[in-house]
Each structure stands twice: as structure tokens, then as C-alpha cells.
């Protein structure tokens, strides 16, 4: 079965979980730590390169401040918590999205845990906190202007590669299947030059009752596509 070798998650459904259950939000996020770990172990056993998780986007910041407060308390106590495990497991574990908007206490511990795996070869796990897909984007931009300002670079020189390397995912493979749960079918400006070629597969699930059957539905999803980039089917050596 053809696998992944980047396998990139929207999280959603936390709230309405909660909700479901008449529960406050922030239970739905606490709910969502499980199936984190679940993915986690799910790539690691069958050997899938990366993962890119989005726990917090650019616009979450505009929700309530309990529950933006209650989040980030959250992402304090999993990191706390798992941050062993992950390390004996071989986990490289990197943080993308805008830091300097996070507390000073989470960007110390975020830079500890970097620095702890930055040199694992398991798992390269991607978690996107304060991120946006713009954001990145015009990082990237940022970068190749200042090098054209410089005269270090022309414009004519700015190739696909160039540009890349100026975002979050620079020296990954792009993502190969894109998960989201939750019944969205949007992007909701998560890795948006990243995924022009993956494989979107959408499901009802919610994020805390995400399993290992939802996994592995998702894999057998990715498995059945013909990925053709452009090409004819013969070319790309598919049937259709
Ligand atoms: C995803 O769940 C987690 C974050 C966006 C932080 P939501 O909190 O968006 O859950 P719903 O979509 O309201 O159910
Ligand atoms: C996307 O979910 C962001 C994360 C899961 C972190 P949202 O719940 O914020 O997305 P929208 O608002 O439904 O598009
Ligand atoms: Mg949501």
C-alpha cells in the first residue's frame, strides 16, 4: 500500500464536541490531547517521515480570551508532559507559526524542545501555533526581498525552490495527504503553497473521537488516488 511520507492534520471539531456534551470548549481541547498522540504513534509504527499538526491558526486569536488562554495553558501542559516520551522516541519536534505573539513562557519552552530533539532522526513533527498560511507566505516574500534589496539575488532568480526555502516546511517533502476533521471543507489558511498537490481527504469526525479506524481510513484513501501532477494517466503511469 502506498504510503505518505508527510501527512499534514486540521484539527477541528474540539468545540463542538464539548458542546455535544454540554460541556465548556475548553473540555474539547483537552479532549484533542489523545488523538494527538494517537497520529503520532500511528506515523511513527509505520515509518511516515513528517507530520505537520495545526493546533492554533492566526485568526484563532480572535476567539474568547478564556478559551485562547485556556489553549495555550493547554499546549504548556502537553509539552511538559509528553516532551520525554517523544525524545526517547525519536521525535524532532519543531514549532511553526508567528512565536513573537506567544507568552515568553511558551517560546522558552518551545526553544528547549527544539534544541532537545533538533537532532532526532524519528518522526519530523511539525506543530503550527499561531500560523497561517499567509503569514507564511509573506515571510518567504520578505526573505527573497530582502535579498533582491541586497543585490545578493535577481528577481528573474526567484525559483520555486528560492521561495521555498523562506517558509516554516523548508527541507520537507511537501505534504502527501491533507486530513481534516470536523466536516469543514476548507483549508482554513493552513500550509497554502505547501498543499497544491496533496491529497485533501475530509471526514464528519470530530477531533477528539479521531482514531486509529479514522487513521487508517484516511491512509487507504491516500492509497487509492492517482497522483498525476499535471500529467496524462499514461504518463504518470496510472490507469485513469
Ligand atoms: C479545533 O477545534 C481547535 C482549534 C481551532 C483551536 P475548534 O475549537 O475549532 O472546534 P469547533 O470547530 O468549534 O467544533
Ligand atoms: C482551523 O480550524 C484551525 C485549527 C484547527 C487550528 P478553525 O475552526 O479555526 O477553522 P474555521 O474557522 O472553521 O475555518
Ligand atoms: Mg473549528
Not at 509504527?45 to 499538526?53: H, N, P, S, V, Y
Not at 509539552?79 to 505573539?101: K, S, T
Not at 470536523?182 to 475530509?202: H, Q
Request: proline residues 4%.
Amino acid at each position: 500500500m502506498a504510503l505518505p511520507r508527510h501527512v499534514a492534520i486540521i484539527m477541528d471539531g474540539n468545540g463542538r464536541w464539548a458542546q455535544q456534551r454540554g460541556l465548556p470548549r475548553p473540555a474539547g481541547h483537552k479532549a484533542g490531547v489523545a488523538p494527538v498522540r494517537l497520529c503520532i504513534e500511528q506515523c511513527g509504527r509505520r515509518r511516515i517521515e513528517a507530520l505537520t499538526l495545526f493546533a492554533f491558526s492566526s485568526e484563532n486569536w480572535a476567539r474568547p480570551t478564556e478559551e485562547v488562554s485556556s489553549l495555550m495553558g493547554l499546549f504548556l501542559d502537553a509539552l511538559d508532559r509528553e516532551v520525554d516520551d517523544l525524545h526517547a522516541n525519536g521525535v524532532r519536534l519543531r514549532f511553526i507559526g508567528e512565536r513573537q505573539a506567544l507568552s515568553v513562557r511558551l517560546q522558552s519552552r518551545i526553544a528547549a524542545v527544539e534544541q532537545r530533539t533538533g537532532q532526532n532522526t524519528g518522526l519530523q513533527l511539525q506543530i503550527a501555533v499561531s500560523y497561517g498560511g499567509r503569514w507564511d507566505i509573506l515571510g518567504a516574500v520578505r526573505t527573497v526581498a530582502a535579498r533582491c534589496a541586497s543585490g545578493e539575488l535577481r528577481p528573474a532568480d526567484i525559483t520555486d525552490e528560492v521561495f521555498a526555502a523562506g517558509l516554516s516546511l523548508a527541507g520537507l517533502p511537501d505534504p502527501d495527504l491533507f486530513i481534516r476533521t470536523g466536516g469543514e471543507r476548507r483549508i482554513s489558511n493552513f500550509l497554502l503553497w505547501n498543499l497544491a498537490y496533496t491529497e485533501l481527504y475530509f471526514t464528519d469526525q470530530l477531533w477528539p473521537d479521531f482514531d486509529a479506524a479514522g487513521f487508517d481510513a484516511a491512509l487507504q484513501y491516500f492509497a487509492e488516488r492517482n497522483r498525476r501532477f499535471g500529467l496524462t494517466g499514461e504518463q504518470a503511469g496510472t490507469s485513469a
